[in-house]
């Protein structure tokens, strides 16, 4: 068990609506990552937060939208769905400070399936 | 930009033989290298990574990782592989503080009885 929870843990809806994953991190972790897993891209970084504010974005789509609450908790909305959004994403959680920690913590992943 | 290349798909080896999984990278600056382990159903689990200093990691789960800047690689080694290391390996490369992580495509082990 990683401290880090996901849920829901799995969620079937339609093209065109739009669902919300959400992601506690484990206690004292102040940086909270989104990724997305799909058979075609792989494992892909969408989005980082940091203590409430967005520190980096990479192959995130307009469509998504991330937030990260003073509680640390964060989640993922993900909108106007298209088919090729079904995946499984993770939300992983890190202690942000000396640069040699590195390890993120990874929850069980939500799997999204758009039909 | 950092790119990492797993050229093995899918691997089979017995129980009891020695594993290595390769992992090559591209980065301009000193890497941080992660192998990561993803069972079934389950998130990703760190098993070592390297940031600098001896180029030889050791990881949990009896795995180990050699870091050769010559060769861009960081291949993962296992003296003697458990049925129970059967499962999905990634290997990733970090940048800097932002803890991003850009992962290879995995490399699927079978364990052979």
């Known amino acids: 068990d990683s401290g880090v929870t996901q849920t829901p843990k799995h969620l079937i809806t339609a093209t065109g609506q739009r669902v919300t994953l959400r992601c506690s991190p484990r206690?004292?972790?102040?940086?909270v990552y989104w990724y997305q897993q799909s058979l075609d891209q792989g494992l892909q970084f969408l989005i980082q937060?940091?203590?409430?504010?967005?520190?980096a974005k990479g192959n995130i789509l307009e469509r998504f939208s991330a937030q990260q609450f003073p509680d640390l908790h964060s989640e993922l909305n993900l909108s106007s769905l298209e088919l090729g959004d079904s995946a499984l994403y993770f939300c992983?959680?890190?202690?942000?400070?000396?640069?040699?920690?590195?390890?993120?913590?990874f929850g069980e992943g939500s799997r999204l399936t758009v039909l | 930009a950092q790119s990492v290349t797993q050229p093995d798909i899918h691997i089979t080896v017995s129980e009891g033989a020695s594993l290595e999984l390769r992992c090559n990278y591209s980065y301009g600056a000193t890497p941080y290298l992660f192998w990561y382990v993803q069972s079934p159903g389950q998130g990703l689990q760190l098993l070592l990574k390297?940031?600098?200093?001896?180029?030889l990691v050791q990881g949990i789960k009896g795995f180990e990782a050699e870091f050769k800047r010559s060769q861009s690689s960081f291949n993962l080694r296992k003296p003697s592989v458990h049925w129970s290391d059967a499962a999905e390996y990634f290997c990733?490369?970090?940048?800097?503080?932002?803890?991003?992580?850009?992962f290879g495509s995995g490399t699927q082990l079978t364990v052979l009885p």
């Open positions: 990733a490369v970090g940048r800097g503080s932002a803890r991003q992580l850009t």
């Open positions: 937060y940091y203590n409430g504010e967005e520190r």
């Open positions: 390297y940031f600098s200093g001896d180029t």
């Open positions: 992983a959680s890190s202690v942000e400070g000396h640069i040699n920690t590195g390890e993120l913590f």
């Open positions: 206690s004292g972790d102040l940086s």
